[in-house]
């Protein structure tokens, strides 16, 4: 008897571990839609990465060319993660790009870092007109995003450096036209 409740556990571990493996693969498949902070009270907040020096990456562009974050020092810098299947991302983009218009002068940059491959992206990026620069990559922006403080890699996410390479703001979900001015102008 008690060989068939170990054989009745040991199967019932198994498929709780399968199924969980299957939800953690469906989450993290492209289908699955991005979160945003207001759908997630009860997850942690995002990393507490503000007041910190930048992490360095790089990252090649639509074009393979290599970038670095430092080519744009001593100005601020606007990181925005996104993805092309994802509805929030796609609807902030048009923000962006007025911003990047309407600031670049004051010494504005945004970068657009698209967790996916340039292939995915570059019709898009001409689509929507972004006049500033998109760097892309998978793994490598996963990891990236996470080093900015967004430990759940949810989509979009937005870093605001100073002037001086410290993180001054982070943002997990859609960045409000209001959010991004306030900050920026605080910081230019």
Not at 14 to 20: K, M, P, Q, R
Not at 60 to 73: S, V
Not at 139 to 147: N, S
Request: proline share 6%; glycine share 8%.
């Amino acid at each position: 008897m008690r060989k068939w409740l170990l054989a009745g556990a040991g199967l019932g571990l198994a498929f709780l571990s399968g199924f969980a493996g299957y939800l953690v693969q469906q989450s993290m498949t492209r289908e699955a839609l991005p979160v945003s902070a207001d759908q997630l009270p009860l997850l942690p907040a995002v990393h507490d990465v503000l007041g910190l020096q930048h992490p360095p990456f790089t990252l090649p562009d639509l074009d393979g060319r290599a970038h670095t974050i430092d080519e744009w020092q001593g100005q601020v810098i606007l990181l925005n993660f996104w993805a092309t299947w994802c509805s929030p991302c796609r609807e902030e983009i048009p923000v962006l790009v007025d911003l990047q218009k309407r600031f670049v002068d004051h010494g504005l940059q945004i970068i657009g870092i698209a967790l996916q491959q340039a292939s995915e992206v570059r019709g898009f990026a001409d689509e929507l007109n972004i006049n500033y620069p998109v760097l892309v990559g998978e793994l490598e922006v996963a990891r990236i995003t996470v080093d900015y403080g967004n430990v759940l890699g949810a989509l979009p996410y937005t870093a605001i450096i100073d002037r001086a390479g410290r993180i001054a703001f982070v943002k997990r979900g859609p960045l409000t036209r209001t959010e991004a001015e306030t900050v920026i102008n605080t910081l230019l």
